[in-house]
């Protein structure tokens, strides 16, 4: 995918943008733009016009394209290098996007969705654990997830859910897996579209203070299944709050560029499996 770090940034609606899949390119990653649960074809259009100029990808919700179809029309005549279409089942979009010389994305949940995944033609299967931020099924750990989809299946698979640090990149790496697909860490980042307040919670939050709800996307009118809520900070009290962010959110500390904070994690990682192997 023309990319030079197994690194790809998490297509996080209203958090991922053009300006941050930009720098998540330029740095040597893949970087997505996220179209979430209020995502249109206007607002993807916008973002589509921003600073990209290296591979990209985009990524999709599926109950929200069954509700815009021309969510996935727009995509598709971006040309981006990977579309990412999660939390749904059907797969008829792959064809797509193959058609149009475009590699697919899914997130899963469990092992038999990866399985179905790979029998529906994608191309890159996401093992997305509970550890994660934002909405999933929190159905099994990174780790357990992981493991079990690469001894099942035959397509790259990402690793998403609690990797905010070198080590945690090194160990899915170590694992087998072929990159690691990160949301929480890009977060506090200059080029993500978090709101100050927002940012300011994830740098001061401790990876304890998340937790799983649904009640900001049944106040919105959102129309996510209820077996998919959404991991979010919890303030002092333990109450949730809408800011989304994983459980390894304790080791976001600085607002650093993405470039930084990609440097930081491959450097880190390279250490470490340099070590490990001898």
């Known amino acids: 995918m023309g990319i030079e770090v197994p690194i790809v940034n998490a297509p996080m609606g209203g958090t991922a943008g053009a300006e941050l899949a930009a720098a998540v390119s330029a740095a040597g990653g893949l970087g997505m733009i996220g179209m979430g649960s209020s995502a249109t074809a206007a607002v993807l259009r916008r973002e589509l016009a921003g600073p990209i100029t290296r591979p990209f990808g985009i990524g999709l919700v599926q109950w929200v394209v069954d509700a815009e179809p021309e969510l996935l029309d727009v995509a598709l005549a971006a040309r981006p290098t990977l579309l990412s279409v999660s939390f749904g089942a059907d797969y008829g979009w792959v064809e797509r996007a193959h058609a149009e010389g475009i590699s697919a994305a899914a997130q899963v949940a469990d092992v038999e969705s990866g399985v179905?995944?790979?029998?529906?033609?994608?191309?890159?299967?996401?093992?997305?654990?509970?550890?994660?931020?934002?909405?999933?099924?929190?159905?099994?750990?990174?780790?357990?997830?992981?493991?079990?989809?690469?001894?099942?299946?035959?397509?790259?698979?990402?690793?998403?859910?609690?990797?905010?640090?070198?080590?945690?990149?090194?160990?899915?790496?170590?694992?087998?897996?072929?990159?690691?697909?990160?949301?929480?860490?890009?977060?506090?980042?200059?080029?993500?579209?978090?709101?100050?307040?927002?940012?300011?919670?994830?740098?001061?939050?401790?990876?304890?203070?998340?937790?799983?709800?649904?009640?900001?996307?049944?106040?919105?009118?959102?129309?996510?299944?209820?077996?998919?809520?959404?991991?979010?900070?919890?303030?002092?009290?333990?109450?949730?709050?809408?800011?989304?962010?994983?459980?390894?959110?304790?080791?976001?500390?600085?607002?650093?560029?993405?470039?930084?904070?990609?440097?930081?994690?491959?450097?880190?990682?390279?250490?470490?499996?340099?070590?490990?192997?001898?």
């Open 116 to 278: 179905r995944a790979q029998d529906a033609g994608v191309d890159v299967v996401v093992a997305r654990g509970a550890e994660g931020g934002g909405h999933g099924e929190p159905r099994l750990g990174t780790l357990p997830l992981l493991t079990e989809l690469l001894d099942r299946l035959t397509v790259p698979v990402l690793a998403a859910g609690g990797i905010t640090s070198g080590r945690g990149l090194a160990a899915v790496l170590a694992a087998g897996a072929a990159g690691a697909w990160l949301g929480t860490v890009f977060t506090a980042c200059a080029e993500a579209l978090t709101a100050p307040d927002a940012r300011a919670a994830l740098l001061a939050a401790p990876s304890t203070a998340t937790t799983t709800t649904r009640e900001f996307d049944i106040a919105a009118g959102y129309r996510w299944p209820a077996t998919i809520p959404e991991r979010v900070l919890t303030d002092p009290a333990g109450d949730p709050t809408p800011v989304n962010a994983g459980q390894g959110v304790g080791m976001v500390t600085a607002a650093q560029p993405a470039a930084a904070v990609i440097e930081r994690l491959c450097s880190r990682a390279e250490q470490l499996l340099t070590r490990w192997g001898g």
